[in-house]
C-alpha cells in the first residue's frame, strides 16, 4: 500500500524559512522519481519540484526556482523541501508524490497524503 506523510509545515514571516519532509513507503522509493506539489485554497494543486531517484537532478516551478531546493535521502525513503524566502503566495498544503516525467504527472494520482500547511504571514 502507497503511503506518503508529510510534516514539517507551519506559520512563518513572509521571508523566513521552512524544511518540509515526506515519508514514503509501500513501493521501490530509490528507484522513483519523487515530487512536491502544492495547493492553495480555490486553486488546483500544482506541481513544485520533482528530482531523479539518485538525487542527481532536480527541476522547479519557475515561481521558486531559486529560493525553493529539493532533496532526497534514499536510505530513509524520505524528500525533502527546503523553503527559503517565503512569500505570502507560498502559503498552500503541501504533497508529496511519486512523479512521472513522460506524462508530467503524479505517479500515485490515489494516494495522496495528508498534506502539511504552509502559511506565509506577518
Known amino acids: 500500500q502507497v503511503q506518503f506523510v508529510e510534516s514539517g509545515g507551519g506559520l512563518v514571516q513572509p521571508g523566513g524559512s521552512l524544511r518540509l519532509s515526506c515519508a514514503a513507503s509501500?513501493?521501490?522509493?530509490?528507484?522513483?522519481?519523487m515530487s512536491w506539489y502544492r495547493q492553495a485554497p480555490g486553486k488546483e494543486r500544482e506541481l513544485v519540484a520533482f528530482?531523479?531517484?539518485?538525487?542527481?537532478?532536480?527541476n522547479y516551478a519557475d515561481s521558486v526556482k531559486g529560493r525553493f531546493t529539493i532533496s532526497r535521502d534514499n536510505s530513509k525513503n524520505t524528500v525533502y523541501l527546503r523553503m527559503n524566502s517565503l512569500k505570502p503566495e507560498d502559503t498552500a498544503v503541501y504533497y508529496c508524490?511519486?512523479?512521472?516525467?513522460?506524462?508530467?504527472?503524479?505517479?500515485?494520482?490515489?494516494?495522496w497524503g495528508q498534506g502539511t500547511q504552509v502559511t506565509v504571514s506577518s
Open positions: 508524490n511519486g512523479y512521472d516525467p513522460g506524462r508530467g504527472a503524479p505517479y500515485y494520482r490515489s494516494s
Open positions: 509501500g513501493f521501490l522509493f530509490s528507484y522513483s522519481t
Open positions: 528530482i531523479s531517484s539518485s538525487g542527481g537532478s532536480t
